[in-house]
């Protein structure tokens, strides 16, 4: 039986997709063998030793200790893509709530609800609210990912001229985008030629503050622009400051801050992007999912940490291993496993920057000895045995 701890309310689309013969499954759970979760930060979570992988049901894994998780042989896995439908639909909503002053409109209709003149006085006012037409406009799609090239193909759709950049651009998307849709090589080309900018990249190290006054500076008079990634990808005073002096038309941000939730020309939407019943669903059996091929199997899927890599089941003694990335690691184990009579059947290994991952099936059991001989090779952080 395996112990699965849900930290947030997680969508019995998922759940019900771990067996009950093979799986437990509760919030109170003292020493599971992983976690579900959405939203609960994690970087001060003390890890239990048995917890061997944590799945979070959404993309953004920025409440998740990613580098003390593979340090401590702990998989993190996201859901890219389950939410992307529901993103998409909010960052269309958000260029037209961007365009139009519909939510300044709404807001002033509600100071005057209570007036018998209240017809009258919205043919009076409505001047007041007015806006543009989104058609044969230029939309800059700034990541080109399951959320990107759904909203670059949807906004070709809508009539728009859209210019994609992406550097790491997968081939899945490449071949999903639209050949309507313009590729640049470089930021400066979206920032210059686009009357509508929306961001749709991971907050890292290179993309933090990445809308800023130098580069707001490069951008069109009356720009808007729509942050449904992270807030950190813009900086909020240049924002704000832009917004006062008229550079940026509108912000419209899923990600509201205490300097932009109330800062004039903001429309702040309180994270609502993948807040669909499809959505959460999608999420959770995604990360089910992700889970159980890793628990019963040790294939890693869609991790965030670790390389990924899967094998077949063939129903063999399994030996997963993580490790720090070296060659001498993998000549140890198959040393080991040599010494002590066992052929190997199948192999994968795979790396991703200092870490490697290893599934090895072998034509015999591994005893617990044996486990601890190769648990002791250096430069191994955790061995599995799985059958």
């Known amino acids: 039986m395996y112990n699965v701890k849900t930290l947030d309310k997680i969508s019995k689309y998922g759940t019900e997709r771990l067996a009950p013969e093979k799986y437990t499954i509760g919030a109170e759970l003292e020493t599971p063998e992983a976690i579900l979760v959405r939203s609960t930060k994690m970087h001060d979570y003390t890890f239990n030793p048995e917890l061997l992988c944590i799945a979070r049901a959404g993309a953004g894994v920025n409440n998740i200790p990613l580098d003390r998780c593979a340090e401590e042989g702990i998989v993190v896995f996201n859901t890219p893509g389950a939410n992307a439908e529901a993103v998409k639909e909010l960052v269309l909503c958000s260029m037209f709530l961007a365009a139009r002053d519909v939510v300044g409109g709404v807001n002033w209709v509600q100071t005057i609800k209570d007036d018998p003149a209240v017809a009258e006085l919205v043919e009076k006012g409505k001047s007041n609210y007015t806006g543009p037409e989104i058609y044969g406009k230029t939309l800059g799609v700034v990541g080109l990912g399951a959320i990107g090239y759904k909203?670059?193909?949807?906004?070709?759709?809508?009539?728009?001229?859209?210019?994609?950049?992406?550097?790491?651009?997968?081939?899945?998307?490449?071949?999903?985008?639209?050949?309507?849709?313009?590729?640049?090589?470089?930021l400066d080309a979206i920032f210059r030629q686009c009357d509508y900018i929306t961001l749709h990249v991971p907050a890292t190290d290179a993309t933090l503050g990445m809308v800023n006054e130098k580069t707001i500076a490069q951008m069109k008079d009356g720009v808007r622009v729509i942050n449904m990634a992270r807030a950190e990808l813009v900086n909020d005073d240049d924002i704000i400051a832009a917004l006062k002096d008229g550079k940026v038309a509108c912000y419209v941000t899923d990600f509201p801050t205490a300097k932009s939730a109330g800062a004039a020309g903001v429309i702040a939407i309180p994270h609502l992007g993948a807040s669909t019943p499809?959505?959460?669903?999608?999420?959770?059996?995604?990360?089910?999912?992700?889970?159980?091929?890793?628990?019963?199997?040790g294939n890693i899927i869609n991790s965030v940490n670790l390389p990924n890599a899967y094998m077949d089941w063939g129903g063999h003694v399994r030996v997963c291993f993580i490790h720090k990335n070296s060659p001498a690691v993998l000549q140890g184990v198959l040393a080991i496993l040599a010494e002590n009579g066992l052929g190997v059947e199948s192999m994968v290994e795979k790396s991703r920057g200092q870490y490697g991952y290893g599934m090895i099936d072998v034509n015999g059991p591994v005893t617990a000895d044996l486990a601890a001989k190769l648990q002791a090779v250096e430069g191994i952080i955790r061995i599995r045995v799985i059958g």
């Not at 728009?160 to 090589?185: F, H, N, Q, W």
Request: one cysteine or more; charged letters at 25%.
């Open 151 to 186: 909203t670059a193909n949807a906004a070709v759709e809508l009539g728009m001229d859209v210019l994609g950049y992406d550097p790491y651009i997968t081939t899945e998307s490449a071949c999903r985008l639209s050949p309507k849709v313009k590729y640049v090589e470089s």
């Open 278 to 297: 499809e959505s959460e669903d999608n999420c959770a059996v995604m990360a089910a999912d992700e889970i159980k091929a890793y628990l019963e199997h």
